[in-house]
């Protein structure tokens, strides 16, 4: 069974695709058609709808408030993923990995197999010797190095 965190992911990026990136709505339109409180609404776009993973999101709150969710264009794969590693910190989580990872899919940089490997190498299993202090700061590390790899093109 989905997350409902997944179901309204999937459902605000169909909305973008259906309406040429942008979409303008309100968080109880959104919540109401996933059946779940707005604050939840709220929690998806905090984490998988931020500048570094390509969205810049507005919003009015109040009566008559809205969400402007828009998908931002960046030219080529190389920028998109310039744009990625700079926006990152100095520490990721796994389930962070797992966002970036999926909006780089989207935007058909990588397919499900690299997807794969990505997640395989950055998980906490893989990470398991690393003390969980300092775990986050390694696996952003990896999936930079990682990144900038998908950046350079082989000599």
Known sequence: MAKISDLVEALIK????????????TRSELADRVNCVPSQINYVLSTRFTNGQGYLV????????????????????????????NSMGEQISEHQVDVLIRNIQDYNIIGPIVARVLRATTSDQALRLVSPDQRDQVRMALFKNALASLVVPPA
């Open 58 to 85: 507005e919003s009015r709150r109040g009566g008559g408030g809205w969400i402007r969710i828009r998908r931002v264009t960046l030219d080529t794969p190389t920028r998109y993923l310039m744009h990625t590693i």
């Open 14 to 25: 169909q909305l973008i695709e259906q309406n040429n990136g942008v979409i303008e709505i």
